[in-house]
């Protein structure tokens, strides 16, 4: 059995005095006494060779514990202890640091100032700016960065709470390319080109009668900045004004060309994607054509006064599935063209209607991508072209059924040449007996080939089967290939050269046309918004049909807007 005897404990009352070691006169246990270290009355060790100052007045201001007395301690409740150094507290600014934290370095915009490195071992100390015999700054230190220079705005300084970054945007190749302007979320560009010269035979006859011209040239373009969803629309016309009109006869003969051979000629497109997920799509567009018939061309009716304008306009609405490298993409297609009444030289009107018709198809398309930079694919169409009237003014029943098959890939080597190549087979059957089934060879393409830095080649061929009023061909089976080549010798000065070829067939009728272009282009960019171009082709129009060929050159010079 243990007992526990209680002993009576003898301590001395705490007071203010008894840490103060000028007022303390009692002498510590075993000799030791109070030592004041650091200068502070606070920190104070036992020190067996120090001598209490019995004289030493005690003063309550200089001493923490009599300051601080009557006041509660701090809590330290709910408070986590820091010992030494925090984790992570020497990582870099990037990177990944003990706590496998991404570390990003800040972004700064152009312009704003970056913040200078710390002077490294051995660096020299900053140098005080240089000042004349007078004690006055030089005149010829730079300004500062910020001299002159307003403040960037917070939207741009991405310093508003709760605005989300704002997107870079990628660095400018073209140096003189038009740069644009923002309208909400679309970034838009347009140009004007005005010129004028001098043009031998605008109405490709035989025998030429030259005049001069003036084109004016707008261009449109609004392309979407979206992160999901994407919305083009790309609009390009012109107008060619003559400075005077042709003879209604020729030797005696009616003229094949119209009198006012003035000519409007327009091209536009607004393509939509909806992204519906990840991998698949809902793809539309709306286009519209506006043109006449080419000079020189048999459809043009002799004694006209000017060109008759058609429109041919329509849509295209389809999808695009993604499986991993395999694309699947079809679409249904809708188009109308529409003629002008023909106006001839003796005030005569004369219908079109038998040249309108509406055409109702499908595409469809699946691509695999083997690998990066290379993907096949295979292409198939279908259409049925309605005519509004059933026998045109010649007797014939034009509304046919074709449509077209064709392989091909897309490519992109080594990013010197990239493009798309295809190659197939089209056919379209009419309706009239009389007039034979129309088939061939067809060819598409566009490469593009970076030979050099400064030097550009491009190569453009394309197939297509045309409507004709001729009264025995059932249509105009045409292929064209167009060689380009352009060249900088300076950033500001670019050559181009282009050569074009071309075969018209005129099916049943035995007719066969050929065309031959050579253009050659000088552009003298002044700055981003103002080039001045001049041009210079020959066009050449070789015809088995007697009286059917024609030369003409065009010689042009003008100035082109753009923003």
Known sequence: MITLDATTARAQSVTPDLFNPRRTTQVAPDNLAL?????????????????????????????????????????RIGKIPTYGLPAANGAADSGYDSLNRNRK???????????????????????????????????????????????????????????????????????????????????????????????TNPGRTLEPHGLPFWVVAPEFLAVSDWDRHALVADLRGSFTGYGGSLPPTIDGQVSPAPTNVNR?????????RLDVTEDFDLTAQTRLRVATDNPGSPNIQAGLAQYPVYASFGGTFGFDQRFNRLQISAGGTVDRTVYQNSVLTDGEVT????????????????????????????????????????????????????????AGTSFELTRLLTGEVAVG?????????????????????SLIWNATALTTAKFITDTQVAETTLPNASGIFV????????????????????????????????????????????IYKMTRNLWIKGSLRHDILDSNEPLAGSNATVVMLGVRLQN
């Open 35 to 75: 030592r004041q270290i650091s200068g502070s009355p606070s920190a104070a060790v036992l020190d067996p060779n120090a001598t209490l100052d019995p004289n030493a007045a005690f003063d309550p201001n200089n001493d923490p514990a009599a300051r601080n007395a009557g006041q509660p301690a701090e809590s």
């Open 105 to 199: 370095p800040p972004k700064y915009y152009p312009g704003q100032a970056r913040p200078k490195p710390p002077p490294g071992p051995g660096s020299s100390p900053p140098q005080p700016p240089p000042v004349n015999a007078a004690g006055y700054l030089r005149l010829s230190i730079p300004p500062s960065e910020t001299a002159n220079k307003p403040p960037l705005p917070p939207a741009m300084a991405d310093t508003v709470p709760g605005q989300p970054p704002r997107r870079r945007l990628k660095l400018d190749d073209d140096p003189f390319g038009p740069v644009g302007d923002y309208a909400g979320s679309f970034l838009i560009k347009s140009a004007v080109e005005v010129s004028g010269g001098y043009d």
């Open 264 to 272: 409007p000629d327009f091209t536009g497109h607004v393509d939509g």
């Open 351 to 406: 219908s079109n209607d038998d040249r309108n018709y509406n055409q109702y198809g499908g595409v469809g398309r699946v691509s695999y991508e083997l690998k990066p930079g290379l993907k096949p694919f295979v292409e198939v169409e279908g259409d049925d072209r309605v005519h509004d009237l059933s026998i045109d003014r010649s007797g014939f029943a034009r509304d046919s059924t074709g449509g077209y098959a064709k």
């Open 425 to 445: 087979w089209t056919e379209r059957s009419y309706v009239d007996p009389r007039l034979p089934r129309l088939d061939g060879l067809l060819t598409s393409g």
């Open 479 to 522: 292929h064209t290939y167009t060689v380009e080549v352009d060249h900088d010798f300076r950033r500001w000065l670019t050559a181009i050269g282009k050569f074009t070829y071309g075969t018209y067939d005129y099916e049943g009728d035995g007719r066969k046309d050929k065309t031959y272009s050579v253009e050659g282009d000088l």
